[in-house]
């Protein structure tokens, strides 16, 4: 009966992480379309971009290589998925375009942390 409970809860979990992964795609082309309109410059909304990106690019292999080499998969997930959703509150409260860049690189950071162990 632990065996169960443990393995309904694990499907739980990868539900929550797939449905945030669905939230966050859907959320994040926005992200500098709400900097421009808090009056972003041009460069700044291609720093923006970068960040995007720069989680996808680097960091998913380091946290990957990490959570592999320390066999820990769901303190990744579980961590790193609510940090991130964390931070999504923030910068929709963020008031400047310096700000959502720095929360971004942030989340970039962390989002790719608990999304590499289970894909």
Known sequence: MVCVYRVDNI????ARAL??????????????????NMGASSSQLGLLHSFLNLGTNAFQAIWGYISDKKNMKLPFIIVGGAISSII????TLARDPGTIILLVAAQ?????????PHS
């Open 11 to 14: 499907k739980r979990l990868y």
């Open 19 to 36: 449905l945030a992964s669905i939230s966050d795609g859907a959320g994040t082309p926005y992200v500098p379309i709400y900097a421009a």
């Open 88 to 91: 999504w509150l923030f910068i």
């Open 108 to 116: 970039s950071v962390f989002f790719h942390r608990w999304w590499h």
